[in-house]
C-alpha cells in the first residue's frame, strides 16, 4: 500500500514542470559548486604543498651560521587542506595557512583566503555544504509542503481512505514517494564527490578518507530526510496548504538563518574572545615576568648561571664545558613556549565552551547539528586548525631547542662566531602535519551526531501519531 | 446493506444528525434530500467512517464502521461532490492508482473497460485528467466504485455540476449498478433527479429524517411541494 502510493507519489512529482525548474537550478549550482569548490581546493593545496617543499629547502640549504641565527631565521608551516574540504570550507577560508616559525616568538598563523580575496567572499561562498544545508531543505518544503492538504483541498484523501489506505499508510507512502525523489537528485552528487575524492588523493589512497566521506553523505542524507518527514507532518496537521508552507518558510528561517546567528552572538557574548591584541599583550606581559634569554643582567639569569655553575662545579661561566648563552636562551625558550601553551590553550578552551552552546542548541536544531558534523568530517572546523596551529608551535619549539643545544654541547660561552653547517640543519626533518584521528573527530562531535539521529527519531514519531480528521 | 440504528453525532450543543434509522437493501437507490447543514454529508462520514458517532450503531454488510473501519471499506466505493483526482495522471493510470489501493490489479484493457463503461469516450484514457470536464472527471471517479466491485456506494451531490445528458448518462450507470444489487446512498440537491432514479426518498431538516416516500407513488411536482414544506 505504501508502496503504491509512494510510486504515485514519484511519478506525480516527475512529471510536475515546477519539481524540474527547481531541481535544474538545484543541480547546477551543486554541480557548480562541488567542481568549482574542488579546482579551488587543488589550487590552494598545489600552492601550499609548493610553499612547504621550498621552505624545507630554504632550511636545508642555508649557509653556514651561528646556529642561533638559524633559530631566527626560522622557517615556516604550512597547513594542507584536507582531502574533503572541497565539499565544506568550514572555517579554513578565515584561518591562516602558514605559521612562520622562529625563536623567542610564537606567531599566528597568517594569510587567509579571506584576506587574500576580492568581496566575494563576504557573501558567502558556494559550497556544497551550503547548498545541502541550506537550499535542498527550501527544495523540500516547496515540494513537500501540500502533500496532504492538497489531498484533503481536493478530497482525494477520502477517496483514499475509502479505497482501504489508512492515514498512516497515506503519510509514510508520500514520505517514500519524497525521498525516493530527493535521493535521485542526491545520489548522483555523491558519486561525483566521491570521484572527485579519489582524485584527489592522487597516490595517496585512504579508506579513512572515504568513510569519511561515506559518514558525511549519510548525515546529509538523514538531515533533508528529517525536513522530509516533517514536511510532510505539517502538512498534515496544517488547514490549507498556505498554512502549511508559510509555517514550513518561517520553521527554514528560523532552522538555517535566525538561530545559528543568534547562536553565534549568544555565544561569543557569554564566552568573550580576547581580540588579537588584548591576547598577544597578555603574553608579552607573563613573557616579561620570566627569563630573559639574551640578557645576562637579567636577575633570574644570574640565578640559573649559580645553578649551572654549582651544577658543574666551577668558578666562572668561562671555565664551563659548555655554552651558557645557549643554556639560558634555552630557558628562555622553555618560559615563553610555556606561557603561550597556557594562553592558546585558554582561547581553546572559549572557543570551546562556545562552541560547546551551538552543540546545545543544535539538539533544538538539526541545522547547527549538520554543520558542525559536516565540517568536521571534511577536515574544515576550528578544531582542526587549532590542532595545526599547536602542531607548528612544537615543531618550532624542536627547532629552537636543536639549535640552542647543539650550540650549548659544540661551543663555548661567548663565542658568537661559531658556525655550523648542512649536517646540523638535517637533523631537523621538514614539517609533516597530521590530522586529527577519525576516531577523536567522532568523540568530539557525538552530540552533533546524536542530535541528527534524535531528529530522525523525532520526526518519525511525530508522523506515526497523525491520525485523519475531517 | 447500509444500515443506520438511532445514529446521532453531535459537536457541542450542536446535532448534526439525530437519532436516524435507516436501512438500504441491496439493489436499492436512497436519495437524501435537505438543505445545506440538514445532515446530509454527516451521514455519509459516518458510514465511511471519517467521522465516530455519538450514540447509534452503523453498519455496511452488517459489520460495523464503528469498531471495523478497514474491513467495511471493501464494501463500499465512495464519490464526493466535486472529483478531483490528480490532474497530471491519466485516467487510466487514476484509476489504476485507486484500484490498486483496494488491492485489484486490473490491465490496461480492463481498466479502459471501467472507463467505458463508464461512459468516458476512449480518447480520453490515455489523456491527463487536467484537461477533462467536470463530467468526465465524475466518469472516471464512477469507474473507481465500479472496478471496486462495490456492493454499497456513497454518493455526495453527485450531479451537481453536471450538464442534463452527463447527468442523465449518469442516472443510467446507477440503475444499472442498482439492478445489478449495488445499495446506493445518494445526497442530492437535485429533486427531479432524485425522483427519476431513487426507488425510495427521504427529507432531512436540521439533522432529522423527517419524511421517507416512495418514488414511485410520487411525482415530481408533488414532491418538490413536500420538500418545500418540509424545510
Given amino acids: 500500500m505504501q508502496n503504491i502510493i509512494a510510486k504515485k507519489e514519484f511519478t506525480q512529482t516527475l512529471r510536475d514542470k515546477r519539481f524540474w525548474v527547481m531541481a535544474i537550478l538545484v543541480w547546477g549550482l551543486l554541480l557548480t559548486a562541488s567542481v568549482v569548490g574542488f579546482m579551488n581546493y587543488r589550487k590552494i593545496q598545489a600552492e601550499r604543498s609548493n610553499a612547504s617543499k621550498s621552505a624545507a629547502d630554504l632550511w636545508q640549504n642555508q649557509k653556514d651560521k651561528n646556529p642561533h641565527s638559524a633559530a631566527h631565521y626560522g622557517s615556516f608551516a604550512y597547513r594542507p587542506k584536507s582531502p574533503l574540504s572541497f565539499v565544506d570550507f568550514g572555517t579554513d577560508s578565515f584561518t591562516g595557512m602558514s605559521v612562520r616559525l622562529e625563536a623567542h616568538k610564537q606567531n599566528d598563523a597568517v594569510f587567509s583566503v579571506a584576506q587574500e580575496s576580492s568581496s566575494l567572499l563576504r557573501f558567502g561562498e558556494l559550497t556544497l555544504a551550503f547548498v545541502m544545508q541550506v537550499l535542498m531543505p527550501l527544495l523540500i518544503i516547496f515540494l513537500c509542503f501540500n502533500a496532504i492538504t492538497q489531498e484533503k483541498e481536493s478530497k482525494t484523501l477520502q477517496i483514499l481512505l475509502s479505497q482501504g489506505a489508512s492515514m498512516q499508510q497515506i503519510v509514510w507512502g508520500k514520505i517514500k514517494g519524497f525521498s525516493g525523489v530527493i535521493a535521485c537528485l542526491v545520489l548522483p552528487i555523491i558519486l561525483i564527490v566521491s570521484v572527485l575524492l579519489l582524485i584527489s588523493f592522487d597516490s595517496s589512497f585512504s579508506w579513512t578518507w572515504l568513510t569519511r566521506t561515506g559518514l558525511l553523505m549519510l548525515s546529509y542524507l538523514a538531515y533533508l530526510l528529517v525536513f522530509v518527514v516533517l514536511a510532510v507532518w505539517v502538512s498534515a496537521k496544517a488547514t490549507s496548504s498556505r498554512v502549511a508552507l508559510l509555517s514550513l518558510l518561517v520553521v527554514w528561517i528560523f532552522a538555517c538563518i535566525i538561530i545559528p546567528k543568534a547562536t553565534v552572538n549568544v555565544a561569543s557574548n557569554i564566552f568573550p574572545v580576547p581580540t588579537s591584541f588584548a591576547f598577544n599583550k597578555a603574553i608579552q606581559d607573563d613573557e616579561a615576568k620570566g627569563i630573559d634569554g639574551h640578557d645576562p643582567e637579567d636577575e633570574r639569569a644570574k640565578i640559573l648561571e649559580k645553578q649551572i655553575l654549582a651544577q658543574y662545579e666551577v668558578d666562572s661561566v668561562s671555565q664551563l664545558p659548555v655554552n651558557f648563552d645557549a643554556i639560558q636562551m634555552q630557558e628562555g625558550e622553555k618560559y615563553t613556549s610555556m606561557v603561550y601553551s597556557k594562553h592558546f590553550k585558554d582561547l581553546q578552551k572559549t572557543y570551546n565552551s562556545q562552541n560547546k552552546i551551538s552543540e546545545i542548541v543544535g539538539l533544538l536544531n538539526p541545522f547547527l547539528a549538520i554543520r558542525q558534523v559536516s565540517m568536521a568530517l571534511s577536515g574544515s572546523d576550528y578544531v582542526t586548525h587549532a590542532n595545526f596551529q599547536e602542531q607548528a608551535e612544537k615543531y618550532r619549539f624542536r627547532l629552537v631547542e636543536l639549535m640552542n643545544n647543539y650550540m650549548r654541547d659544540h661551543s663555548k660561552t661567548g663565542d658568537w662566531e661559531f658556525k655550523v653547517n648542512k649536517n646540523v640543519w638535517s637533523q631537523l626533518p621538514a614539517f609533516q602535519y597530521t590530522e586529527p584521528s577519525f576516531g577523536s573527530v567522532l568523540s568530539r562531535n557525538w552530540l552533533s551526531f546524536l542530535s541528527l539521529g534524535f531528529w530522525v527519531m523525532l520526526s518519525f514519531w511525530a508522523v506515526s501519531k497523525i491520525k485523519f480528521s475531517l | ?231
Avoid: C, W
Fill in chain 2, 1 to 231: 446493506m447500509l444500515t443506520a440504528k438511532n445514529l446521532t453525532k453531535k459537536y457541542g450543543e450542536q446535532t448534526a444528525l439525530n437519532a436516524l434509522n435507516l436501512t438500504i437493501k441491496e439493489g436499492e437507490i436512497f436519495a437524501l434530500l435537505g438543505q445545506n447543514g440538514a445532515g446530509k454529508t454527516t451521514t455519509i462520514n459516518l458510514f465511511l467512517g471519517f467521522i465516530e458517532p455519538t450514540n447509534g450503531t452503523v453498519t455496511i454488510n452488517d459489520i460495523s464502521v464503528v469498531e471495523n473501519a478497514l474491513e467495511t471499506k471493501k464494501y463500499v466505493a465512495y464519490i464526493p461532490e466535486t472529483v478531483m483526482l490528480y490532474p497530471n495522471l491519466t485516467g487510466i493510470e487514476n484509476l489504476q492508482f485507486f484500484s490498486s489501493l483496494a488491492g485489484f490489479k486490473y490491465s490496461d484493457e480492463q481498466l479502459s473497460d471501467f472507463l467505458s463503461k463508464s461512459g468516458l469516450q476512449k480518447n480520453a484514457h490515455t489523456q491527463y485528467l487536467e484537461g477533462y470536464s467536470k463530467g468526465m472527471r465524475q466518469k472516471v471517479g464512477i469507474a473507481i466504485a465500479l472496478a471496486k466491485n462495490a456492493k454499497a456506494l456513497l454518493l455526495d451531490e453527485p450531479t451537481s455540476g453536471l450538464d442534463p445528458k452527463a447527468s442523465n448518462e449518469f442516472s443510467e450507470i446507477l440503475r444499472d449498478l442498482a439492478k445489478n444489487g449495488t445499495a446506493v446512498l445518494m445526497a442530492t440537491h437535485d429533486i427531479f433527479r432524485a425522483r427519476e432514479v431513487a426507488h425510495r426518498i427521504g427529507i432531512m431538516k436540521e439533522g432529522n429524517l423527517v419524511s421517507v416516500v416512495d418514488a414511485a407513488s410520487i411525482s415530481a411536482n408533488e414532491l418538490e411541494k413536500l420538500y418545500l414544506q418540509t424545510v
